[in-house]
């Protein structure tokens, strides 16, 4: 037998990649904070606040359609390369699993 972990691995042990899917992790919320006018994530003990597009992410990742398909949505709302669109819902996607916020299925 190979070297096994006991229990989850590490979110780091995840590359992210294209084909990549996400969705929040468990105990993690997107919610409007109108005192602060802005959205953010809340997971137990902590909020993140969210940009405009990466509440766009977040709601994009349902736990069904891979980073590129993603990808390919964005491209289209917004006229802009599907590749440099993938590069960035990538690095998202990456930082936030790190942080323990996404849960990721390769």
């Known amino acids: 037998t190979g070297p096994v972990s006991g229990g989850m691995s590490e979110p780091s042990a995840v590359t992210v990649t294209a084909q990549t899917i996400a969705k929040l992790a468990r105990g993690v919320r997107l919610r409007e904070d109108p005192v602060r006018g802005q959205t953010v994530l809340l997971a137990p ?49 990456d930082e936030f699993s790190k942080r323990r916020m996404l849960e990721l299925k390769s």
């Open 45 to 93: 003990e902590r909020a993140l606040a969210l940009d405009e597009i990466a509440v766009m992410i977040v709601n994009a990742l349902d736990g069904e359609r891979d980073l590129d398909a993603i990808a390919q949505e964005f491209s289209v709302k917004f006229e802009a390369p599907k590749e440099q669109i993938l590069v960035d819902v990538i690095a998202f996607v």
